[in-house]
C-alpha cells in the first residue's frame, strides 16, 4: 500500500480535460514539491510537472499541476490518444525521511 | 547531453547479492547541484525508491530496505553502484537509475532506460 493515495484508472474522451488526484499527509505533501511522472507503455518514466505546479522545458502546457493542503492533482486538457500511460505522483516525507511514490494512475484515452 | 545506462546481471539466484552498476555520461557525479537515485518496479505494479547518492557520498535509503541496501560512487569512471543484498522473488523488478537535484530528492531527471533483474534459481 502506497503512502501517497492515487486513483487506479482513469479515463476520458479526445480533447476533453482530465484530473488525476493524489492523496497524502502533512508530513509529505503537506510539507514539501509534489512531482508528476507519466510513464508510457514500455518506457522509463519521465519527469512531467516539479514543484507542485512547474513544467520541464519541452512539456506541453495541457498538462498542469496543483497542490492544496495534503492533495494534489494532475490536469490534461485537450486529451491526446498519446497521453494514454501511466501516472505517478511523489513527494519527499520527513517522516520515513525518503521519497514516497503514489500507486499510479492508468490513463485510458477512449 | 547527459545520459544514464544501467548495467548488472539479469538473473541473480535467492539469497544472493544484487548488483547494478549506472553509468552516467554528459555531468560529473560529484557534481554540488545532484543526487543520484535508483528507483525499481516489480512487473506490472508500481514505482519504489530504493535509495540516494549525494555528491559528497552521503547516502539516503528507503526504511524498508535499508538493512539491504549499499549505493555508492566510483567518480574514476563516473559511475555509481546499488548492491542488494539477500534477495528474494519479491525483488525482482525494473531497475532504474535517474538524477536529481540536491536539496530534490524526489525530482527525477532523466531517467536510465532500466534493466530488469529476475531473482530465481
Known amino acids: 500500500q502506497s503512502v501517497l493515495t492515487q486513483p487506479p484508472s482513469a479515463s476520458g474522451t479526445p480533447g476533453q480535460r482530465v484530473t488525476i488526484s493524489c492523496s497524502g499527509g502533512?508530513?509529505?505533501?503537506?510539507?514539501?514539491?509534489v512531482y508528476w511522472y507519466q510513464q508510457l507503455p514500455g518506457t522509463a518514466p519521465k519527469l512531467l510537472i516539479y514543484?507542485?505546479?512547474q513544467r520541464p522545458s519541452g512539456v506541453p502546457d495541457r498538462f498542469s499541476g496543483s497542490k492544496s493542503g495534503t492533495s494534489a492533482s494532475l490536469a490534461i486538457s485537450g486529451l491526446r490518444s498519446e497521453d494514454e500511460a501511466d501516472y505517478y505522483c511523489a513527494a519527499w516525507d520527513d517522516s520515513l525521511s525518503g521519497v514516497v511514490f503514489g500507486g499510479g494512475t492508468k490513463l485510458t484515452v477512449l | 547531453q547527459l545520459q544514464l545506462q544501467e548495467s548488472g546481471p539479469g538473473l541473480v539466484k535467492p539469497s544472493e547479492t544484487l548488483s547494478l552498476t549506472c553509468s552516467v555520461s554528459?555531468?560529473?557525479?560529484?557534481?554540488?547541484?545532484?543526487?543520484w537515485g535508483w528507483i525499481r518496479q516489480p512487473p506490472g505494479k508500481g514505482l519504489e525508491w530504493i535509495g540516494s547518492?549525494?555528491?559528497?557520498?552521503?547516502?539516503y535509503y528507503n526504511p524498508s530496505l535499508r538493512s539491504r541496501v549499499t549505493i555508492s560512487g566510483d567518480t574514476s569512471k563516473n559511475q555509481f553502484s546499488l548492491k542488494l543484498r539477500s534477495v528474494t522473488a519479491a525483488d525482482t523488478a525494473v531497475y532504474y537509475c535517474?538524477?536529481?537535484?540536491?536539496?530534490?530528492?524526489?525530482?527525477?531527471?532523466?531517467w536510465g532506460q532500466g534493466t530488469l533483474v529476475t531473482v530465481s534459481s
Open positions: 547518492l549525494d555528491y559528497s557520498g552521503g547516502t
Open positions: 502533512t508530513s509529505n505533501i503537506g510539507s514539501n514539491y
Open positions: 514543484r507542485n505546479n
Open positions: 554528459g555531468v560529473s557525479i560529484i557534481s554540488r547541484s545532484y543526487c
Open positions: 535517474a538524477r536529481s537535484s540536491f536539496g530534490e530528492l524526489s525530482q527525477f531527471d532523466p
